[in-house]
């Protein structure tokens, strides 16, 4: 009787954890109701390494291995490769995740235009799309040189065939929530298929020397659907974000075996594809107000990059019983604490104030070192007096009021100094570590006192 029924086994949706039983909690992860039940693959089937199988595997001694293989392969696109650490790792996996419509095939299509076009052999195999869609989409783009070969598949055991046969150097497949491993059994894009079809590819990308893009859509979580154990196995992770509305997306690299993590790559979606913002700085603050209170330019460092952005509040009398605190981009918390402390230490009575802090541009950030930005935007909206608009803010505000020190203080500075501002308020100790800069008046401070005080001049 047992035999016949079917045998199923249950998979947290955060982190692939494994249980014969369902569990409200995922003892791993600690997600909540994140299991789901899948249909147990048949015995006989083996595992995924019969899909991938190509030689025997033979120990090969470290000082055997020769490190030019490790060239990188620059994709053609300067922001991707600064994301990447500085090209394509021949035999890589690469996980690029989005929302869908974002541009992630977009941006797959054309690092493959560049990287045709400097002799390199291509895949493209589409599971979404059509031969004539991506025909379309390749036509608005440009015109394409190289030799880029395209091919609508979703069967895995077909892809593995065609990828030994061929033997190309990079492959892209779009996306991975379309692929079917036969031997495993639930619909394409479910947890033990996109697992399954992963260290399929994972296999052949190792034994084939071959580098593999995988595109992955994201959940309203905000996880590549299907697993978290996807971004385990594969060597780089780059989220594609941005508003879907405004048209500057960000690539974000979150794990990188071979490369800094937290470099970002700016780019702008245009009639003919994406284009590389070089300088987000001056992209990001353009359409500043002169001469508006509440808004103050901070400076954050992403991964090597110091980038400057407008801080927006917007502090009134609440109309109801209960304030309305309200972020775009800031951490909610980290401005509550904020104002908790400007209201401690300065007197200040935004208690009964509704409050709205906006990071323009629709950056999201979470480095405190925004903390005396915000802070001097608040109160600037609040007391309704402008600050300077050539004027930098950056500093940790602790909940004594003081300020305190951040990383990379220099660096800050100069990509402001380049931009033509002219005055930089910041925690004394960076002030004593940068010395003087050259156009830029420093007004060091030791609380957000001395800084607001600035404000009032
Ligand atoms: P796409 O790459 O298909 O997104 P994803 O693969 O992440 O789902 O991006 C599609 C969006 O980009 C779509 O809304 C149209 C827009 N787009 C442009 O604005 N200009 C272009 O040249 C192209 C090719 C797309
Ligand atoms: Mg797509």
Not at 274 to 292: F, H, I
Not at 398 to 414: D, F, T
Request: hydrophobic content about 40%.
């Amino acid at each position: 009787m047992a035999s016949s029924k079917k045998k199923t086994v249950f998979f947290c949706k955060e982190c692939g954890n494994e249980s014969a039983k369902w569990m409200g909690q995922c003892p791993a992860c600690h997600a909540w109701n994140s299991f789901v039940e899948q249909e147990v693959r048949p015995a006989a089937a083996g595992s995924s390494r019969s899909v991938a199988a190509t030689q025997a595997s033979v120990p090969t001694s470290l000082s055997d291995i020769s490190l030019s293989e490790e060239d990188r392969v620059s994709s053609g696109i300067a922001e991707l490769d600064r994301v990447l650490g500085g090209g394509v790792v021949p035999g890589s996996m690469i996980l690029v995740g989005g929302d869908p419509g974002i541009g992630k095939s977009t941006l797959l299509l054309q690092a493959c235009r560049e990287m045709a076009a400097k002799g390199q052999k291509l895949i493209y195999i589409s599971g979404e799309e059509s031969l004539k869609q991506i025909r379309m989409r390749a036509d608005r783009l440009g015109e394409f040189t190289g030799d880029l070969k395209l091919l609508c598949e979703t069967d895995l055991t077909a892809i593995g065939d065609i990828l030994r046969s061929e033997r190309p150097d990079i492959v892209v497949i779009d996306s991975i929530q379309t692929m079917v491993n036969a031997e495993v059994s639930g619909t394409p894009g479910s947890v033990s298929q996109v697992r399954e079809s992963t260290a399929v590819l994972l296999q052949l990308s190792k034994s084939l020397g071959i580098s593999i893009f995988i595109v992955g859509h994201v959940t309203k979580e905000g996880t590549v659907a299907g697993p978290r154990i996807l971004e385990h196995m594969v060597d780089t992770v780059l989220y594609f974000e941005g508003d879907r509305h405004a048209s500057y997306r960000i690539l974000r690299g979150v794990k990188n075996r071979f490369g800094s993590t937290n470099e970002i790559g700016v780019f702008e979606m245009c009639e003919g594809g994406l284009k590389e913002v070089s300088n987000p700085s001056e992209y990001l603050l353009s359409g500043r107000p002169e001469d508006a209170s509440g808004t103050v330019t901070a400076c954050s460092i992403e991964g090597t990059r110091p980038i400057l952005l407008e801080i927006q509040a917007l502090v009134c009398q609440t109309g109801f019983g209960i304030p309305r605190r309200q972020s775009s981009g800031a951490d909610l918390n980290r401005i509550n604490l904020l104002m908790a402390v400007l209201e401690k230490r300065l007197g200040l009575k935004l208690g009964m104030c509704d409050a709205y802090v906006n990071i323009a541009g629709g950056m999201r950030i979470a480095e405190p070192a925004l903390d005396l930005a915000i802070a001097m935007a608040v109160v600037s909206s609040f007391m309704n007096v402008p600050v300077n608009s050539r004027l930098l803010a950056f500093g940790e505000v602790g909940l004594s009021g003081e300020v305190r020190g951040v990383s990379q203080p220099e660096q800050r500075i100069r990509e402001a100094a380049k931009l033509g501002y002219t005055e930089c308020v910041l925690p004394r100790i960076c002030a004593q570590r940068v010395g003087e800069i050259k156009g830029i008046r420093l007004y060091p401070v030791d609380s957000v006192r001395d800084a607001i005080a600035l404000i009032k001049k």
